[in-house]
């Protein structure tokens, strides 16, 4: 059986829609707790997708909180072999910060439902069903500049960089495609505080959740039909 390893920083920032699929694509998910568990004894080259999740810590906050060094060295070796690899948020912006890219602090959070803008490759790309206009969930406040290799995918008036590609099988988002109205209320709960801080209206984020997440499934089905690669991993 195909295995999917997410490495989730908060409980309640999961695979979300994305667990469904990949059971149905025949992967067997396995978490690691990023905070937590033993990073430096991690097998990051066994597993046939690794997903990096998100989390409400900066990309360069390794001083503040160390186990990042180690989760960077394990993107650095995946990115390496050029093996199937997924970030969103937080993991987005890791696999940007490994890559040479500078994560920094945005100017404006951008918390809510909304579009993005394709860029032509985006287009062109497993994104392609988001340009119709569809909504995913915005949550960050960090930003980062595209790193050097990459191919920007798609963007918003606040973030430029809301999605990129390093070749076939990488993908950073900087939204997340797994949210859906099901699983909001855990996060509603878990960022209160930020919430509260922020002004944001839960009940606005509640009424704007879309009643289907079938295109992000879509999204994530047509990612996983994409060629492997198998180089080594070591």
Excluded at 23 to 42: F, I, M, N, S
Excluded at 110 to 115: A, N, Q
Excluded at 177 to 206: K, M, N, Y
Aim: aromatic share 8%; hydrophobic share 45%; with cysteine.
């Amino acid at each position: 059986m195909k295995q999917v390893l997410a490495i989730r920083h908060v409980a309640f920032e999961d695979l979300g829609t994305f667990e469904a699929e990949f059971a149905a694509a025949g992967y067997w998910v396995k978490y690691v707790e990023a905070p937590t568990d033993d990073l430096q004894r991690l097998d990051i080259c066994a597993p046939d997708v690794v997903v990096i999740l998100g989390g409400p810590i900066g990309a360069y906050e390794d001083d503040r909180y160390p186990f990042l060094r180690h989760e960077l060295a394990l993107i650095e070796r995946r990115l390496k072999a050029d093996r199937a690899l997924l970030g969103i948020c937080l993991g987005a912006q890791l696999i940007a910060r490994v890559s040479g890219a500078r994560v920094y602090p945005g100017a404006y959070k951008e918390i809510g439902w909304g579009d993005v803008s394709l860029t032509e490759a985006g287009a062109k790309s497993v994104l392609a069903p988001l340009s119709a206009k569809l909504p995913v969930l915005h949550w960050h406040g960090d930003s980062f500049d595209l790193p050097q290799d990459a191919q920007r995918l798609a963007s918003t008036a606040l973030y430029p960089n809301q999605a990129f590609s390093i070749g076939p099988r990488v993908l950073g988002l900087q939204f997340h495609l797994e949210a859906s109205a099901r699983t909001l209320e855990s996060w509603l709960v878990g960022h209160a505080v930020e919430l509260a801080h922020a002004g944001i209206d839960i009940q606005s984020l509640r009424r704007d959740a879309p009643d289907s997440s079938s295109y992000s499934r879509e999204i994530l089905r047509t990612w996983l039909d994409l060629p492997a690669t198998l180089e080594s991993c070591s």
